[in-house]
């Protein structure tokens, strides 16, 4: 459901997973799509997402933002137990497949496109 379970602009894409009516009830990804071009922490952006959750959260999210120079910055924020997140670039060589553990939800890499 775009808007909801995916987003897209021309610097951002977004993309989640987990529990429907909960992604679907806040507008996950287009929430996330409007507030972090101008939020100075994104990681803070994406908790506060989840914190916003009433009951047991069930979400994950991954966001390419372009940040220019051919650069594009992967983020990755989770209520799960674990997720798994997986991207390549024609630049890599080999792709890159990370768990994302309940410990630390958050992931952040910079690729070269």
Known sequence: MHGAGSYTSPN??????GNGEQIINKLL???????LPS??????LLNSCFEEQE?????GVLILEHEGG??????????????VVGFRSSSMVVPVAKVV????????QSVKL
Do not use: W, Y
Request: charged content about 15%.
């Open 70 to 83: 051919g650069m594009v910055t992967v983020h990755a924020q989770h209520t799960l137990t674990n997720m």
């Open 101 to 108: 553990k309940k410990s630390s939800p958050v992931f952040l």
């Open 55 to 59: 009951t047991a959260r069930m979400c």
């Open 39 to 44: 939020s100075d922490n994104p990681l803070e």
């Open 12 to 17: 951002l894409g977004i993309v989640t997973t």
């Open 29 to 35: 990804a287009v929430t996330l799509a409007h507030k």
